[in-house]
């Protein structure tokens, strides 16, 4: 048989019984308090301290962060503050990656003044540090990286080859550009091989991706852009390179004007 209460407080000391009532006690308000901190936390913390609404988690190197300073104060009118876009305005940079902000930010192409114009190169309004800080806070919202493109041995004759199947239709044959329905084709004169790689990835504007290509391609094309910056004309006027149709054209125009000029000549020594 288990001994009644009584005795059971008979057989302690009295001060051991004093100390067991004081902790158990103590441990009681403990828990109280503990429970009630947890349930009123949210409605307890300061103002100052609670996370505006549609803040973005400044997590990661202080080059994100920098980066992320420097979003928000050029970009974020049109992509708005979280960078997932305006609708109509401007699209979601979560998955862009580094490499589109780089493709864009390097070649001057945003920010723009204007959402509705169409991107064209320009110089940069970053310098270098600021273009990576930026690079690297659009890189960590998630997308592909900046490629890397070696031109050293490619094939020129496989990239004029190439070039000339999927862009020469817009950008001419030896990249001077054209105009297009609503838009610019711009020159590639000063295009760099990197430049290249990245518009084929992105489309930007209305150029189409070609993720088709194998980077041993994009390489080719690359390597071909980059050769027409500085041609040799050999046969003499190259009339701005804008293609053999064209060319033909001033060619027989400007014979059409010497043959004009020939007949007016002989005519006047006739009539004398």
């Given at each position: ?120 190169r320009t110089d940069p309004i970053y310098d270098e540090e600021e273009l990576a800080a930026l690079v690297a806070y659009v890189g960590s919202l998630g997308g592909p990286p900046v490629p890397g493109i070696d031109t050293a041995g490619a094939d020129l004759a496989r990239g004029r080859l190439l070039f000339t199947e999927n862009c ?105």
């Open positions: 048989m288990k001994p009644s209460a009584p005795r059971l407080e008979r057989r302690l000391p009295r001060r051991l019984r004093a100390a067991l009532a004081v902790g158990l006690g103590a441990a009681a308000v403990a828990l109280a308090v503990a429970s009630a901190d947890s349930d009123d936390a949210g409605a307890t913390a300061p103002e100052s301290q609670k996370p505006a609404a549609g803040t973005v988690a400044r997590t990661g190197s202080p080059l994100v962060e920098r980066g992320r300073d420097l979003y928000v104060q050029g970009c974020s009118d049109c992509h708005g503050f979280d960078a997932h876009g305006v609708e109509g305005v401007a699209p979601d940079l979560h998955g862009a990656g580094a490499l589109a902000a780089d493709f864009y930010l390097r070649t001057g192409r945003m920010p723009l003044a204007d959402p509705d114009e169409q991107p064209m020469a239709g817009c950008h001419q044959v030896v990249g001077q550009g054209g105009i297009l329905p609503g838009a610019v084709a711009p020159d590639l004169q000063v295009s760099s091989a990197l430049d290249v790689a990245e518009a084929t990835h992105i489309g930007p504007y209305v150029m189409p991706k070609f993720d088709q290509l194998g980077d041993d391609e994009v390489a080719d094309i690359a390597a071909y852009v980059t050769s027409t910056q500085d041609l040799e004309d050999r046969g003499g006027w190259g009339i701005g390179h804008i293609g053999p149709i064209p060319e033909g054209m001033v060619a027989w125009l400007l014979a059409g004007a010497a043959v004009l000029i020939t007949i007016r000549l002989i005519g006047e020594r006739t009539t004398r």
